[in-house]
């Protein structure tokens, strides 16, 4: 008989027979081949799950991806070498269910979606999954690091991620305080230096500070994502200088991620030259999901075309569509 052991699992006290993390799993009701393990702080490579003995005190992490962001023909961008389409990019949380965020991703027209890094839910693991309804075959998932305070936290973060996923293009956001939401750009320049360095292609949600955008960039930001207003606000864009000079100075993509309320804020930050638009709240807490998420698209596919087009000048008095000379 195998003998038991005592350890703590995703923070709680945890007793165990099985001889190896990868039966530890299955004993929980979980496939090795759809979580990432983190044991006493260090990434367990997946390959070797089955060989890795546990151990009475170990402590361990085990996670997988929950919901926590169509262009022109001919009118796609790239970001780290990768070439997209959508200029929308979904997030994945708070919607009632997988369903409605299913539906909703389609009626977006998005091929990249951003899904939040969570422990497993070891009391219940034949809950659904997020990738039971969205398949990170088909669509780009974007792991973020929504939730952390500190870049330590964000960067432990991503490097379960990609154990979980392989992924390598990520979404990189640290937080200064829970109230604002307003991120902590002494710590998220920090992270992002150590996630280059690791071969990470961090995108980077940070605030519409210029200087500050230029340095994360020099950092190895693949694309740069200032916030438009405060995370779930609904605010809109509320500086459209700043955000243009930091698309008219940056040399990698730049993306209006966060603030976002309604179609025409979309669309605001498409004419000022953005790349593209990351958003969740707007479409998951409208009072019609699905038709909203039809809506965002649309606004911007017509901001970038508008971009494109080159607005009128303004003008600080009226001026004439036909000419006043010759009337009756």
């Not at 034949?126 to 929504?146: E, F, H, R, S, W």
């Not at 829970?178 to 980077?204: N, S």
């Not at 009128?312 to 009226?318: E, H, Q, S, W």
Request: charged share 25%; aromatic share 4%.
């Amino acid at each position: 008989m195998s003998e038991t052991r005592s350890i703590t699992l995703n923070g709680a006290p945890h007793d165990t027979a099985a001889p190896t993390i990868a039966a530890l799993v299955r004993e929980i009701g979980l496939a090795p081949e759809k979580v990432a393990v983190e044991r006493n702080g260090e990434i367990c490579p997946r390959s070797q799950l089955g060989e890795m003995a546990l151990q009475a005190g170990d402590r361990l992490e085990i996670v997988h991806f929950v919901g926590g962001g169509e262009g022109s023909e001919g009118d796609s961008w790239s970001v780290a070498g990768r070439t997209f389409t959508s200029r929308l990019i979904v997030g994945t949380g708070k919607y009632k269910d997988f369903e409605q965020n299913a539906a909703a991703l389609e009626a977006s027209g998005a091929e990249i979606v951003t899904v939040a890094v969570r422990r497993v839910n070891v009391s219940d693991p034949g809950a659904p999954m997020l990738t039971d309804y969205i398949d990170p075959k088909k669509v780009t998932y974007l792991p973020n690091t929504a939730g952390c305070f500190t870049g330590e936290d964000a960067v432990r973060t991503l490097r379960l991620a990609r154990e979980a996923g392989g992924w390598d293009l990520v979404k990189l956001e640290v937080l200064g305080e829970a109230r604002t939401l307003y991120p902590d750009m002494r710590e998220t320049l920090k992270a992002t230096e150590v996630l280059a360095k690791e071969g990470f292609l961090p995108m980077v949600y940070c605030a519409d500070d210029p200087i500050a955008a230029k340095q994360l960039e020099e950092a190895g930001a693949v694309a740069i994502m200032p916030l438009g207003a405060p995370i779930g606000s609904g605010l809109g864009i509320q500086n459209q200088v700043t955000i243009r000079l930091i698309v008219e100075g940056a040399n990698v993509p730049v993306l209006v991620d966060a603030g976002v309320g309604t179609a025409s804020d979309a669309a605001v930050g498409m004419e000022l030259g953005c790349d593209g638009i990351l958003m969740n709240t707007a479409i998951a807490e409208a009072k019609d999901p699905v038709r909203m998420a039809h809506a965002m698209k649309l606004a911007v596919e017509a901001g970038r075309e508008a971009y494109l087009a080159g607005r009128m000048g303004r003008r600080k008095y009226a001026d004439p569509s036909s000419p006043l000379a010759g009337l009756i």
